[in-house]
C-alpha cells in the first residue's frame, strides 16, 4: 500500500522565482491538504483540493496555488519566490468521511530560497 | 482564537514514562490529533480523540477532556528512538472540518 509520495525531496532558488511540488496521495484517498512548515514551528495550513477544487484556504498570499488532478496527485506552486518561503512542504492525504479522515503525511519538500 | 499551547522541550530517561499536555480553545471544537515528527522527517499520525476519555495505542495513550479543552499524550516505557517533537493538532467546525491548526510541537528528548 502506496503511502504519500512527494517530488522533489529539496530544491534550491533564488528569490522571484517560481517553483512547483508535487504530491501523489495515499492508495484509496480523494483529499489532499498542502502545509507549510518553518524549521521550529508547526505545520500551517495552506490550502486543501477536493474533486479538483481548492476547498479550504488558510492565510496565505495568492501567490500559492494549487491543482488537483483526476487521479487525485495534487500540485502546489508558488510564484515570485521570497526568503520567507523557505520551510518544509508536506502535503496530506485522506478520505472524504466525516468521521476521523485522518490526513496522513507525505516526506515533504525542502525549499530552500536565496 | 485558535491558539493551541503545549510545551517547548520536554526530557525524560529511557524506561520512564511521560505526558505532554496540550490545551486549546473549546469553541466548535471537532477533534484533535497527535502527532509524532523526527527531525528532518514528516509527521507521522499517532491518535485521534473526539470524545472524552482515554484512547490507548501499545506505549503511547492519548486523552481528551473537552468541557476543559485538554488533551495529553502519555509514553510509557520511553526508548531512544521516542526522541521527537510531537504535534498536537485541532479541527475546529467554524474554521473548516478539514482544517488542521498544529501546536509549535514539543521537542521530546530521552536519555539512556
Known amino acids: 500500500d502506496a503511502g504519500v509520495t512527494q517530488s522533489p525531496t529539496h530544491l534550491i532558488k533564488t528569490r522571484g522565482q517560481q517553483v512547483t511540488l508535487r504530491c501523489s496521495p495515499k492508495?484509496?484517498?480523494?483529499?489532499v491538504s498542502w502545509y507549510q512548515q518553518a524549521l521550529g514551528q508547526g505545520p500551517q495550513f495552506i490550502f486543501q483540493y477536493y474533486e479538483e477544487e481548492e476547498r479550504q484556504r488558510g492565510n496565505f498570499p495568492d501567490r500559492f496555488s494549487g491543482h488537483q488532478f483526476p487521479n487525485y496527485s495534487s500540485e502546489l506552486n508558488v510564484n515570485a519566490l521570497l526568503l520567507g518561503d523557505s520551510a518544509l512542504y508536506l502535503c496530506a492525504s485522506s478520505l472524504e468521511d466525516r468521521g476521523s479522515d485522518t490526513q496522513y503525511f507525505g516526506p515533504g519538500t525542502r525549499l530552500t530560497v536565496l | 482564537g485558535q491558539n493551541i499551547d503545549q510545551p517547548t522541550e520536554m526530557t525524560a530517561t529511557e524506561g520512564a514514562i511521560v505526558q505532554i499536555n496540550c490545551t486549546y480553545q473549546t469553541s466548535g471544537f471537532n477533534g484533535l490529533f497527535w502527532y509524532q515528527q523526527h527531525a528532518g522527517e514528516a509527521p507521522t499520525f499517532l491518535s485521534y480523540n473526539v470524545l472524552d476519555g482515554l484512547e490507548e495505542k501499545g506505549r503511547f495513550s492519548s486523552f481528551l477532556s473537552r468541557s476543559k479543552g485538554y488533551s495529553y499524550l502519555l509514553l510509557k516505557e520511553l526508548q531512544m528512538k521516542d526522541s521527537a517533537s510531537y504535534l498536537c493538532?485541532?479541527?475546529?467546525?467554524?474554521?473548516?472540518?478539514?482544517?488542521?491548526?498544529f501546536g509549535t510541537g514539543t521537542r521530546l528528548l530521552v536519555s539512556p
Open positions: 492508495s484509496g484517498h480523494d483529499t
Open positions: 493538532a485541532v479541527r475546529w467546525e467554524n474554521t473548516g472540518f478539514q482544517k488542521l491548526v
